[in-house]
């Protein structure tokens, strides 16, 4: 387990270090998200209706934007070696750079996501919905993105590699997420929604570490 | 008399090793005793760092095996693992951490709660240097860093590949020195060298002599 926190803590401690990767996920949000009255028009009406979809969509790309961080550098410069080398099972460090990762991208956008969703003039009753599926959504998309970042290491192009690998799973979380902040404002409520990602999440916690790994190992030998 | 927790004996036992379609070497035999030294030679592309890496359980072999004390280091390759270091060519340094909180991480990757921070600057001459980014670090700076984990994490077996590259004559003499140390401990080095470098009793094997002769099959 000490090595488990000593890989969180100096992802953490890399991060504020350099402090320009949180921000430009942050501003890769915050951005796209201002496009879209730009693009479909100033209409509230219109923008209050897609805006949950805007959020979502665009926190995944910025979620994409990120995962080259995950192994790549590492990968590159030797740190994998050490860490596969490390006292604790691969896939446990698959987590702990998991769990750094999100500290990092996905919480800052669940952080962010209601000043957003105010600006889109999103109702404010379907808030809890929204910020509750993102918090449930993020960590399974940190962890699918482990995946894609492993197995996409010595490609020539990884990153639109990555991005092609990661897109199509990332649909159940968004089609989940979106469904939660819908059917917050109907009759049925977000609940059946929110336990879907909650499962998704779930699910992710223990998979993805092992798929993620085998690809590490993958591209070590 | 050793300060480790078990006896330190490495065997490979007729490794073969396969890079993509070609075939690098095989029939490869050795041991690495307690306070044993080996030293690997051998033109570019032989393998030597293949072998390490081989021996560091980063690289799956074509066939063979390792014995770790006797038993394989496939049963238990976690354990394996905790009683060995392995310094490669890339360090792994990022520019934006200090030395310290380089060691300190590497450490605690290797489990160990308490790194040996002063011996280890002072083994390699890093003192002064501690605190810096290490984006301010020179080459041989970051290659003295990165030996010095050696020395602030103990395990019994050291795999060295080329560490003498853009060392000083000064790094040269600490490596030795701590190689020397770790050995007279009960500790055991293999290194990967094209520098001669002086290791008392040490076995030197020329990694070219198995090499798989042109067209060899694949299967080995």
Known sequence: ?221 | MSPFAEAADLVGENLACRRGERLVFRGFDCRLPAGGALVLTGPNGSGKSSLLRLLATLLTPAAGRLLWNGAPVAQDPAGYRGAIHYVGHLDGVKPALTPREMLGFWAALQGARRPAFDAAFAAFGLDRVADWPCRWLSAGQRKRLALARLVAAPAPVWLLDEPGAALDTDGEARLEMAISAHRAAGGSVAVATHQPIPLPGATTLAIDAFAAPPGDPLTV
């Open chain 1, 1 to 221: 387990m000490h090595a488990f926190f000593g890989l969180i803590r100096h992802d953490l401690r890399l991060a504020a270090r350099q402090g320009g990767d949180i921000g430009l996920v942050l501003g890769f949000f915050v951005l796209a998200v201002m496009l879209f009255p730009f693009g479909v028009g100033p209409e509230p009406e219109l923008l209050r209706r897609i805006a949950a979809g805007i959020i979502w969509v665009a926190a995944l790309l910025a979620a994409v934007l990120s995962l080259d961080r995950l192994f790549a550098a590492d990968h590159a410069d030797g740190g994998l070696d050490l860490i596969a080398l490390s006292a604790m099972p691969l896939e446990l460090a698959v987590l702990a750079r998991g769990a750094a990762h999100w500290l990092t991208t996905g919480l800052p956008l669940v952080v962010v996501s209601p000043l957003l969703a105010l600006f889109l003039d999103l109702d404010s009753a379907a808030l809890p919905a929204l910020v509750l599926g993102l918090l449930l959504g993020t960590p399974a998309m940190s962890l699918i993105g482990a995946i894609a970042a492993a197995l996409s290491l010595g490609a020539r192009r990884p990153g639109v590699l990555m991005t092609l690998l990661v897109l199509p799973l990332y649909l159940p979380p968004l089609i989940f997420g979106t469904g939660a902040v819908e059917a917050s404002l109907s009759a049925e409520g977000a609940r059946a929604h929110l336990l879907l990602l909650a499962a998704l999440m779930l699910a992710a916690l223990p998979l993805a570490p092992f798929a993620a790994a085998a690809a590490l190992r993958q591209a070590l030998d």
